[in-house]
């Protein structure tokens, strides 16, 4: 009770916050899932981009002394959702929209505003996606309005294999995704990647279940039982990933499980004690990779906001880059912006994070980490408060985390 | 041999749960023909008060208090609200319980917020009750098969044993003679919705830390609930048991089987063109279907379902 209190008072706030500087501040309409089985995710995002708006742009003199805005606009997770609502962002007059929350949705809306563009050049809109890592986004279907600040899966998947390489303990391989765009790309490229680098290990099942709609995952889990398989590969996120590590978990089915999103959002909490020396993640950040700034931003976050934790470094470095080429671009104008940006090289607490002007795909180091008990040097933080932390157990630098890109871009 | 074990155990344990939910609108449909499309609306208020009350005082005094408030709000409902669309005629009562289950989940959206909430397992329930063939069974499932068959058993008692089960069973196919003979019918069906309602709260009790306590779960079970009431027959405690159980198995065994459509034909002789999308199409992508395709099977070919008693 207590919570929605202080919330409505916070929108009160922001309501009367806005109407007071509604011409001093820059604006970015966050199309993500607020309801629906990944409201919890999209929470998080949202909190994610107002704190880093707040505390890494706007106290630091903000762009050309306007402030940067978040504000949230619900597309349910959904494809049609979110062209209803980057409509609505437009109306309102946004000119700048991100999303993350499910290549589907990413898809909808690099459609529609590159139709929007071609129809309202002087009104045109740009696209900054965090995490719809659809490897299509910036390959075949890429675009001049679209940046992505998050490795695509065909990167990230080939990293993992690069990683199970020498892996000898792994035999047997069972792919589970969620059934869209994204978890089709997980299985593809892990069946592509691991048939032309492991030979000898065997795909022993490959399945894709209803995004969002699977509560109960132990039939799943039987079956992962029954193949035989040592090692899981999935790109599930949100609840998709932590109810069924918890199924796992319940059956206490001892294989590993190799994933993109195990860091955060839930899914820590639900593995517990059971996912020791089990889980993987590759991220291009988690709490025990040393950093300057990041370790006291996220350690103030968490305080901040109990029960949601910090997990997107990558939303960090997006609204610093954004930051970034707006003001060295002098001008508010999408177009200028998506210029100054494109090429950018800009240094972060893990290194450098470089926007390919090729195809619009920010390159970065990636981190393979294992869920490991906490304390000593190298697991410093736990996560979610579990007393369970993230160990790194290989750095892929962002030169060898690049891949050629099929894309030919449409410039304006 | 493990597969089909663990499979069969984890399908009975849901499919006891969906009895739990579906025996409540079968019982309200056969008393007083009302459709409640707002079912599963009670089952998640009987989530969300026993989140509410495990919050506050842990969760065992939840298991029995938040049905029986799930039951009284289910009660205040039918005499305030049911009883008079019921004047209006069928179309009205349906309508409104199709109302019904939107206000109560944008009530639920004001009132919990539209992220899941955190309802656990009790730490004493969070265990393994038995290892077959190295998979654990979770000592928590077993709770909800002994919660759900110890209610199916009380239901039954309640039904045919006492007196009141006498006067229900009376009142549902000849109420005229009931209030005839001096029984209150309206209070009884006030009674029997508030139990129904109390049934589908005690399934959110036990379904909501179980699975995941969130505003879509009752858009989730709500439509699957039906394909139960319908293929057990409408009004059919017994066949709603059955339907069940065998929608439960359905759905955890299909997830199991990896064949496609194309094996399927060619079990039965039939040699379908490759190449094709569909005919690729493994049981495990269609696993989430194939409860509706049972349904449409059943009013095809047996449309009083599996054990229903009336025709239409």
């Known amino acids: 009770m207590k919570q929605r209190n202080f919330r409505s008072l916070a929108i009160v706030a922001g309501l009367a916050l806005a109407a007071s500087s509604a011409y001093a501040q820059v604006k970015i309409a966050y199309i993500d899932p607020l309801s629906g089985p990944f409201a919890n995710v999209g929470e998080a995002g949202l909190k994610g981009f107002k704190e880093a708006a707040e505390i890494l742009v706007n106290q630091k003199g903000g762009i050309k002394g306007q402030k940067l805005e978040f504000v949230g606009f619900d597309n349910k997770g959904s494809p049609q959702e979110s062209q209803i609502q980057l409509k609505a962002a437009i109306d309102q007059g946004f000119r700048y929209?991100?999303?993350?929350?499910?290549?589907?949705?990413?898809?909808?809306?690099?459609?529609?505003v590159n139709k929007w563009n071609a129809r309202n050049p002087d009104k045109t809109v740009l696209f900054f996606n965090y995490a719809a890592v659809d490897p299509t986004l910036t390959n075949e279907k890429c675009s001049f309005w679209h940046f992505r600040f998050d490795a695509n899966s065909e990167m990230k998947m080939e990293a993992i294999t690069n990683f199970l390489e020498g892996d000898k303990k792994m035999k047997k391989v069972f792919i589970i995704g969620q059934d869209y765009a994204h978890g089709h790309q997980v299985a593809k490229y892990a069946k592509e990647m691991l048939a032309k680098k492991r030979k000898d290990v065997k795909v022993v099942g490959d399945d894709l279940h209803p995004i969002g709609r699977v509560k109960d995952f132990a039939p799943y889990i039987a079956k992962i039982k029954a193949s035989g398989a040592d090692t899981v590969i999935t790109g599930n996120w949100g609840n998709d990933l932590s109810l069924l590590v918890k199924a796992a978990k319940d059956a206490k089915l001892n294989t590993r499980f190799i994933t993109y999103y195990a860091g955060g959002l839930g899914t820590p909490q639900a593995m517990g004690a059971s996912g020791e020396g089990k889980v993987l993640q590759l991220t291009e950040w988690h709490m025990n990779v040393p950093t300057k700034d990041t370790e006291k931003f996220a350690l103030d976050f968490?305080?901040?906001?109990?029960?949601?934790?910090?997990?997107?470094?990558?939303?960090?470095?997006?609204?610093?880059?954004?930051?970034?080429?707006?003001?060295?671009?002098?001008?508010?104008d999408p177009k200028e912006v998506a210029l100054a940006l494109e090429d950018m090289r800009f240094k972060v607490d893990t290194g450098e994070v470089w926007m390919r002007k090729s195809d619009h795909q920010a390159m970065q180091p990636l981190y393979i980490s294992i869920f490991a008990k906490a304390g000593g040097k190298n697991v410093k933080y736990d996560s979610e408060g579990t007393g369970y932390g993230w160990k790194t157990l290989a750095t892929i630098s962002q030169r060898d985390s690049q891949l050629p890109t099929a894309c030919i871009m449409e410039r304006p | 041999m493990e597969f089909v074990v663990?499979?069969?155990?984890?399908?009975?344990?849901?499919?006891?749960l969906l009895f739990m939910l579906s025996s409540g609108l079968t019982l309200i449909f056969s008393m007083m023909g009302i459709l409640n499309f707002a079912h599963a609306s009670f089952y998640m208020l009987g989530a969300y008060f026993a989140y509410q009350i495990s919050t506050l005082v842990g969760f065992w005094p939840g298991l029995l208090v938040a049905p029986l408030l799930v039951g009284a709000v289910g009660a205040l409902v039918e005499r305030y609200g049911l009883r008079r669309a019921h004047r209006f005629g069928h179309v009205a009562e349906l309508l409104f319980t199709f109302g019904l289950a939107f206000v109560v989940e944008e009530v639920v959206h004001l009132i919990w917020g539209k992220v899941a909430v955190d309802y656990k397992i009790p730490d004493e329930l969070d265990g393994t009750l038995f290892t077959l063939f190295d998979t654990a069974f979770p000592m928590y499932r077993g709770f909800m098969m002994l919660v759900s068959?110890?209610?199916?058993?009380?239901?039954?008692?309640?039904?045919?044993?006492?007196r009141i089960g006498l006067i229900i069973q009376a009142a549902l196919t000849k109420p005229d003679m009931v209030e005839a003979l001096g029984h209150n019918v309206p209070r009884i069906f006030m009674l029997v919705f508030g139990g129904g309602t109390a049934l589908a709260g005690l399934a959110g009790v036990i379904g909501g830390n179980a699975f995941i306590t969130e505003p879509g779960m009752a858009a989730a079970v709500g439509s699957?609930?039906?394909?139960?009431?319908?293929?057990?027959?409408?009004?059919?405690?017994?066949?709603?048991?059955?339907?069940?159980?065998?929608?439960g198995c359905i759905q955890t065994f299909s997830v199991g089987l990896s064949i496609s459509i194309t094996d399927v034909f060619a079990l039965i002789g039939v040699e379908l063109l490759?190449?094709?999308?569909?005919?690729?199409?493994?049981?495990?992508?269609?696993?989430?279907?194939?409860?509706?395709?049972?349904?449409v099977a059943i009013l095809i070919f047996r449309p009083r379902g599996l054990m229903g008693a009336r025709e239409n």
């Open chain 1, 97 to 112: 929209i991100t999303q993350g929350n499910g290549s589907g949705a990413a898809h909808a809306l690099i459609d529609a």
């Open chain 1, 302 to 332: 968490n305080k901040k906001y109990p029960g949601v934790w910090f997990y997107y470094l990558r939303i960090n470095n997006m609204v610093q880059m954004v930051a970034k080429a707006m003001n060295e671009a002098k001008s508010l």
């Open chain 2, 6 to 16: 663990i499979s069969l155990l984890n399908g009975i344990t849901y499919g006891l």
């Open chain 2, 149 to 162: 068959v110890g209610m199916l058993v009380a239901l039954y008692a309640l039904l045919t044993r006492t």
């Open chain 2, 224 to 247: 699957i609930v039906f394909v139960i009431v319908v293929v057990g027959g409408l009004g059919s405690l017994g066949g709603a048991f059955i339907a069940s159980l065998l929608i």
């Open chain 2, 274 to 295: 490759e190449g094709s999308q569909v005919a690729r199409l493994t049981i495990t992508q269609l696993a989430p279907v194939l409860p509706y395709l049972l349904m």
